[in-house]
């Protein structure tokens, strides 16, 4: 008997080619929306953009740190869905095309309360901010984060490669290793300053340093969900039917639980701050979040993003269950999408209902990215074939 | 005097190594027995699913630990700052329930591990001052080096020397009877 090469099965090319519609069908909405705002056309789309971008951003670079995680802590989980993770990290040259149209058309349409701050008076920016806070330097630190994520996903992916056709290097399972623990501080601490430059400068004068921390363990839930979704969706056909057993979705959903509670303990770290301070600069973010449509949007989020997952994820039952988790992790892919629209859009309207112009683009980005990704899963192995843990990994357990 | 007669509690049994006790326990299970437990020096992986233990009720006694921790820790709060001495701090309404979440969250999480623990302790009937298993001869090893299975006389289809034979038959060094005090 030869041993299977764990290749993807076809209904994941048929995956991509649903994907790359759905992509094709949002350019089109795009499209739509152009005839149908015109002279508002390029702030609404940029709007919509932003959050798009930001969602794709987050499923590529969530999978780079889950993928570090794993190669740092060991674990079976991380056998399971080393592939997958890898295969999200590599769609990230594509999402680097995707903030083109920000930095080449959309800096105007996004960041004009910095771009045009007046020089004195209310509104005004500080030195610091002055210094900071310019066209260029956005344009190159933005150039230094896709460089430095690019480099990760290179290296890890480099490797994987190469411990698949070399099964007996121990020593790249250690460089593996040892190059997570400084890959994940880089890759929170870049996020933390292009969260800064991307999101949070949309308002300039209001500033919280747990900002980056909040993308960061919001990109790991929503990279964490869809590896759920896609272990389930891969374990109902061979090769990996009877692969991925009940204690493998066990795990994923307890690390599941651990980021949807890590979230919620940032984001009231931040409320309860500002809370508890009041200073004029820094409310205005809950003054315009908290009250009117905005604050149906935050009791939303609060109890479909924390308290319903949350009090859901303690079920063991729940966890090990192919039919609920992924309905869960799915749930919070979207609520992901909430959490972005909640925290940018504000800054723009005070009209919290989604636009036709949203869909479009998140259907669009989202599309493009499933397609790329559902691409990269087919050009290897579904298992890290070369990983001394492997056997281990996929021994069938009763329990 | 009647010489009091010491009742047998079970029969002991050893192996060198863990592997040979989680196939006997499965063995044990295959058998018939119910009522019998393994001792060993360190957590055995896969044994509890070997020995057919169940779902018990601890994480539901953590769990209602939690929830009464977390309600009686905003009800306390609430109660002291609403009704009890009611205050103006900074003109923050009286029921500022930011400032109280982390007081409630951290006796949520004080209660839920107390019950745990505690509950543990009580569903193991503990502490138990003496058990029948320590007149077994060899039974310090299972501190050190040894792996031990007992079955238990209450269990029904148990019989001295059947069982006795049954567990030598799982190649258990020592098999020996242990007494009831």
């Known amino acids: 008997m030869t041993a299977p090469d764990y290749m993807a099965p076809e209904s994941v090319g048929r995956f991509e080619q649903r994907a790359l519609g759905a992509g094709i069908a949002g350019v089109l909405a795009c499209g739509i929306c152009f005839f149908l705002y015109r002279d508002q056309f390029a702030d609404r789309f940029f709007h ?50 995707f903030f083109l149209p920000i930095a080449i058309f959309g800096m105007k349409h996004l960041y004009g309360e910095w771009l045009n701050a007046p020089a004195k008076g209310e509104g005004s920016l500080s030195d610091l901010q002055k210094s900071y806070l310019t066209s260029s330097g956005f344009l190159i630190r933005a150039v230094i984060y896709f460089v430095v994520w690019l480099v990760l996903v290179f290296i890890f992916n480099r490797w994987s490669k190469e411990q698949d056709v070399n099964r007996e290097d121990r020593a ?37 340093t747990i900002y980056g921390f909040l993308f960061v363990i919001g990109q790991m839930i929503s990279s964490m969900s869809l590896m759920i979704a896609v272990l389930v969706l891969l374990s109902r056909t061979a090769p990996m039917e009877g692969v991925i057993q009940r204690r493998h979705l066990h795990d994923l959903g ?6 949807v509670m890590l979230w919620a ?42 308290f319903v997952p949350f009090f859901s994820l303690l079920s063991r039952d729940l966890k090990r269950s192919a039919q609920m988790l992924p309905k869960i992790a799915v749930w919070l892919i979207f609520m992901r999408l909430v959490d972005l629209f909640w925290l940018t859009r504000p800054e723009f309207t005070s009209s919290a209902v989604p636009g036709l112009m949203d869909v479009a683009a998140i259907l669009a980005l989202a599309g493009i990215w499933f397609a790329v990704f559902a691409r990269n899963l087919k050009t290897q192995p579904l298992l890290p074939l070369g990983d001394p843990k492997l056997e281990e990994a996929i021994e069938v357990h009763e329990y | 005097m009647i010489a009091r007669r010491s009742h047998i509690y079970g029969v002991i049994g050893e192996f060198e190594k863990p592997e040979q006790l989680v196939h006997a326990a499965v063995k044990i299970r295959e058998a018939g027995y119910r009522y019998y437990e393994s001792y060993t020096p360190f957590p055995v992986e896969g044994l509890p699913e070997a020995m057919g233990m169940r779902r018990n009720m601890v994480p539901l006694i953590t769990l209602l630990g939690g929830l009464v921790g977390g309600l009686g820790g905003f009800g306390f709060q609430y109660w002291a700052n609403v009704y ?36 543990m302790l009580a569903l193991n009937g503990l502490p138990q001052p003496h058990h029948p298993i320590f007149n077994a001869h060899r039974f310090t090893h299972a501190s050190a080096d040894r792996f031990f299975v007992c079955i238990q006389a209450r269990d029904k289809k148990f019989q001295l020397a059947d069982t006795a034979r049954f567990l030598q038959g799982l190649s258990a060094h020592h098999v020996s009877e242990v007494h009831d005090d």
């Open chain 1, 48 to 97: 919509s953009y932003l959050i798009a971008f930001m969602f794709v951003l987050g499923l590529s670079l969530g999978s780079l740190g889950l993928l570090m995680l794993q190669h740092l802590t060991g674990g079976h989980w991380g056998i399971m869905t080393r592939r997958p993770l890898e295969s999200a990290t590599r769609v990230l040259p594509v999402v680097a095309v």
């Open chain 1, 172 to 208: 790249l399972r250690r460089r593996m290793q040892m190059l997570a623990g400084p890959g994940i501080i880089l890759y929170v601490f870049v996020m933390t300053f292009a969260a800064i430059d991307w999101v949070m400068s949309l308002s300039p004068h209001w500033a919280s």
């Open chain 1, 254 to 259: 307890k690390l599941l639980l651990a980021f």
């Open chain 1, 265 to 306: 303990y940032f984001g009231f770290s931040q409320l309860l701050i500002i809370w508890s301070g009041n200073l004029p600069e820094e409310i205005s973010f809950y003054r315009t979040r908290l009250y009117g449509g905005w604050g149906v949007v935050a009791v939303f989020v609060l109890i479909f993003h924390f």
């Open chain 2, 84 to 119: 009890s001495y009611p205050m103006n701090i900074a003109g923050r309404p009286l029921n500022s329930w930011p400032a109280f979440i982390p007081v409630t969250f951290e006796l949520t999480i004080l209660c839920a591990a107390l019950s745990a623990v505690l509950g």
